[in-house]
């Protein structure tokens, strides 16, 4: 299944500690509830100091979009975000406080169940990449527009701010997806995901 999501297609919600709002591109199962995924993609917009949320059980990767940067504590070591894109894993078994570094950042998260699923969040800048096969695959524009193509399927153009999903169909064909940065500047970030 291949669908391509648009920002209407997202889904608003509260943080589980409540401290701020976040914006879900995708979770598996669909609709799943915050104790019940088994991945989940999305993009929060952190606006103040304070803790992040907990997850037990849950591997974490986070990746700073826009903003100055933020510092994190806690689980054994602290941590700056600073340069976006760049991708930083965590667990989400840990107590992290987070303090801004000057203003509000918005950051890309993608959250996988240790029981259910494990997934690894690569970045794409500037030059064309080609994505493995996997059951499920993402690819959010973080900046720019991307041209991503799989082949016997349409070319798909995927504008700032959408994102390209991937699923494995029930008969197991997979085959990698080609992505072009449209611009000098495009980013894209990319999550693949499999069973455990």
Known sequence: MIRLLKTADYRSMPWKNGGG???EIATYPPAAALDAFAWRVSVADVARDGPFSRFPGVDRTIVLLEGAGMRLTGGGRDAELRTPFEPYR???D???DCTL???PVRDFNAMFRRSDACGS???VRGSRAEVAPAHFRLVYAAAGAHRCAIPGHPRAVVEAGNT???EKSAD???APIVIEPSAAGAVAVVVSIEWP
């Open 21 to 23: 709002r976040t914006t």
């Open 90 to 92: 965590f667990s989400g």
């Open 94 to 96: 840990d107590t992290i």
């Open 101 to 103: 570094i000057a203003g």
């Open 121 to 123: 969040v690569g970045v």
């Open 164 to 166: 390209l999903f991937v």
């Open 172 to 174: 197991g064909d997979a």
